[in-house]
T-cell receptor, first 113, second 114 residues
Framework: GESVGLHLPTLSVQEGDNSIINCAYS??????FIWYKQESGKGPQFIID?????DKRQGQRVTVLLNKTVKHLSLQIAATQPGDSAVYFC????????????FGKGTTLSVSS | DTEVTQTPKHLVMGMTNKKSLKCEQH?????MYWYKQKAKKPPELMFV???????INESVPSRFSPECPNSSLLNLHLHALQPEDSALYLC?????????????FGNGTRLTVT
């Protein structure tokens, strides 16, 4: 079946560092990917998305890279802040005719000041 | 605050109780979702409604019964749950039916089954 996974369960960085969170996906037919941030006690919050016709997309302090050859996604956070501490999930389209979103395992980012 | 509102925020119920979780969105989205999330795990898809019709049931036990009364509301009726059903239940919506834009999530209902 379709699945999306993350390479590292935890990542610890210092405030001001750049963070890179990685994700591998298995469905080569996936054409849309989303990164979510989930803080304690809250639902997942949209960060950035990318479609399969793109290799890179930038937002405010975040960049998503997509490598379709090796089925790999990454989320780069510039100048990481304590408020970035959360669990980060990548997600890909799944289900019947792409009508559902399937989450990867998640990486817990801890930012120390 | 999110644009998807879930009530209640917390719920404790016994195994013989019947309760309902509620979800509401006013973004004009036509697809709505229920996910279940256990601690330190990713959200797992349970149900998808598209244009108020159930389109996906991920082999969820019948003690969970979804309902979509109209395009803005989504309910999850609970009956005879087990302690292992304790989890965070997340509702989401999207423009739908095919996911080509982000899902918007509520903050969930934290369910404890005693």
């Amino acid at each position: 079946g379709e699945s999306v996974g993350l390479h590292l369960p935890t990542l610890s960085v210092q405030e001001g560092d750049n963070s890179i969170i990685n994700c591998a996906y298995s469905n080569s037919a996936s054409d849309y990917f989303i990164w979510y941030k989930q803080e304690s006690g809250k639902g997942p919050q949209f960060i950035i998305d990318i479609r399969s016709n793109m290799d890179k997309r930038q937002g405010q302090r975040v960049t998503v890279l997509l490598n379709k050859t090796v089925k790999h996604l990454s989320l780069q956070i510039a100048a990481t802040q304590p408020g970035d501490s959360a669990v980060y999930f990548c997600a890909e389209i799944g289900g019947q005719a792409g009508t559902a979103l399937i989450f990867g395992k998640g990486t817990t980012l801890s930012v120390s000041s | 605050d999110t644009e998807v509102t879930q009530t209640p925020k917390h719920l404790v119920m016994g195994m013989t109780n019947k309760k309902s979780l509620k979800c509401e969105q006013h973004m004009g989205h036509r697809a709505m979702y229920w996910y279940k999330q256990k601690a330190k795990k990713p959200p797992e898809l349970m149900f998808v409604y598209s244009y108020e019709k159930l389109s996906i049931n991920e082999s969820v036990p019948s003690r969970f019964s979804p309902e979509c009364p109209n395009s803005s509301l989504l309910n999850l009726h609970l009956h005879a749950l087990q302690p292992e059903d304790s989890a965070l239940y997340l509702c989401a919506s999207s423009q739908g039916p095919r996911v080509n834009s982000p899902l918007h999530f509520g903050n969930g209902t934290r369910l404890t089954v005693t």
